[in-house]
């Protein structure tokens, strides 16, 4: 385990439950903080990522904040070994663009943390979707400052959208398209935490390759989370959709699908190691599927920033959930 914060404790958690996973070690730039997660979940506590992959593991998993991705990759992928990594995947678009090429010039086995592919309900979503064009779309994260001292810095989180935003980004991919445009406005001022540099708002307009248009709301001056999800109208359809459940609406009325995330984040975890120990194949997002949810989120934050259109770059189209999808 590279990081030793809360994500990273959270995964942890869920790897120790599985009786075919041992911890091996931990290191973190905060020593304590790597003993804390050694302590209670096991393992020993490495000075640096070099000595962890010196130790024989058989895969690393990277929970660092958006800033620090890059070299830890770059060492593991050096390492050969398989690799899970905490969305977002950088702060930047050229250090995962980076990290990208190595990973498809050496083949890595890798995953990324967007379990809300791993949901039920977005299965339900997507067959109610298979034989009807979506006509629009509506994704919102509404929250908090995340208590962590570089969230509130753009260099550091690369802002909410990039931060916060990619898992209704990465479902707007899979249930409605590729974004061929869009269209963003910041508000220009910050959340109220003292030093913070991002926008406390932003909504940008997407026009899908498809013709399909949307709009995403990004806020994050609210002290609890409100909202964090889609809602998708089509013809004599609606359905609304977050990490919680699928309410179902059209003339016979309204049904609503309770979800599980919980389970969603065991099974993002689960299905990595069964790709690791080569007993099964359903990792949902490798590293090239995030890749293209990180430039579409970019695109956005981009916009923003420029004040003016700005087109994606070209990725591949989004891996259906439930499709085995790894390189």
């Known amino acids: 385990m590279v990081g030793a914060g ?127 064009p979506v006509r629009m779309v509506s994704g919102a994260w509404l929250d ?5 001292d570089w969230w509130c810095h753009r260099d550091r989180s690369g802002g909410p959208v990039v931060e916060q935003a990619a898992h209704v980004l990465d479902l707007l991919r899979v249930l409605v398209g590729e974004v061929a445009e869009v269209t963003a406005y910041g508000d220009g001022n910050p959340p109220p935490v003292e030093g913070a540099d991002i926008d406390a708002v932003t909504v940008a307009a997407l026009r899908f390759t498809d013709g399909a248009v949307g709009t995403l709301a990004s806020a994050c001056v609210l002290g609890w989370k409100e909202r964090a999800g889609l809602e998708i109208l089509t013809d004599g359809l609606v359905l609304k959709l977050d990490e919680t459940g699928l309410t179902v609406r059209d003339a016979d009325g309204e049904r609503h699908h309770p979800a599980d995330p919980d389970g969603a984040r065991t099974a993002v975890d689960r299905t990595f190691v069964d790709a690791v120990r080569g007993v099964g194949d359903d990792i949902r997002v490798p590293y090239p599927e995030a890749l293209a949810t990180h430039r579409l989120a970019c695109a956005v934050a981009e916009s923003a920033r420029q004040g003016r259109p700005v087109r994606p770059a070209p990725g591949q189209p989004a891996v259906p959930t439930g499709v085995p999808a790894h390189v």
């Open 6 to 132: 809360g994500v990273a404790q959270r995964h942890a958690r869920v790897l120790t439950g599985f009786e075919d996973v041992e911890l091996v070690g931990v290191t973190d730039v905060t020593t304590a903080a790597a003993g804390r997660l050694a302590g209670e979940y096991g393992g020993r506590v490495f000075p640096d990522v070099d000595g962890l992959l010196d130790a024989g593991v058989d895969a690393v998993y990277v929970c660092v904040p958006p800033f620090a991705h890059g070299p830890v990759e770059e060492a593991v992928l050096a390492a050969g070994r398989p690799m899970f990594v905490e969305k977002p995947v950088a702060v930047d678009l050229a250090t995962a663009e980076r990290i990208g090429a190595l990973v498809a010039e050496r083949r890595t086995l890798t995953a990324v943390g967007h379990h809300w592919r791993y949901l039920h309900v977005v299965d339900r979503a997507r067959d109610l979707l298979a034989d009807r």
């Open 144 to 148: 908090k400052v995340p208590p962590v």
